[in-house]
């Protein structure tokens, strides 16, 4: 199966350039992957250039994860990062989808300084 990168995924997301959002389309339309990577990257784009809000980013992963023609890498521990960073918005998606990683790999607890991430089962504040 082929991949995609997280410009890809900002195309798809924000539809902000109808060459590049048509091209996106094209190349997905046979079923694309997501890396773990791809999905922080879009997320911090969405932040930090597209200034959008915690909930539209929720509501941008969880586009991702419903797309007909993508599959997110363990698209479980993905779903389980949404809720967490859904419940707790203040906590970046990276940290959330970081700590469902470590739970499902059996690395737990993960040992944080953020005292927001500490509060969730499974974080141990440092």
């Known amino acids: 199966m082929r991949a995609v990168d997280t ?6 997301i924000t539809r902000d350039d109808a060459a590049q959002v ?3 389309e094209r190349f997905v339309e046979n079923g694309a992957w997501v890396s773990h990577l791809a999905l922080v990257e879009t997320a911090w784009v969405l932040d930090a250039v597209y200034e959008r809000t915690a909930s539209e980013i929720a509501t941008a992963v969880e586009l991702l994860l419903n797309h007909r023609e993508l599959t997110l890498q363990d698209p479980d521990v993905v779903a ?15 940290d959330c989808l970081i700590l469902e990683v470590a739970r499902r790999a059996g690395h737990v607890p993960l040992g944080t300084f953020d005292r927001t991430l ?3 089962d499974g974080a141990q504040k440092l």
């Open 118 to 120: 500490a509060k969730f």
């Open 22 to 24: 048509r091209a996106a």
């Open 80 to 94: 389980a990062a949404l809720d967490k960073f859904r419940s707790r918005p203040a906590v970046d998606f990276s």
């Open 7 to 12: 410009n890809v995924l900002v195309r798809l």
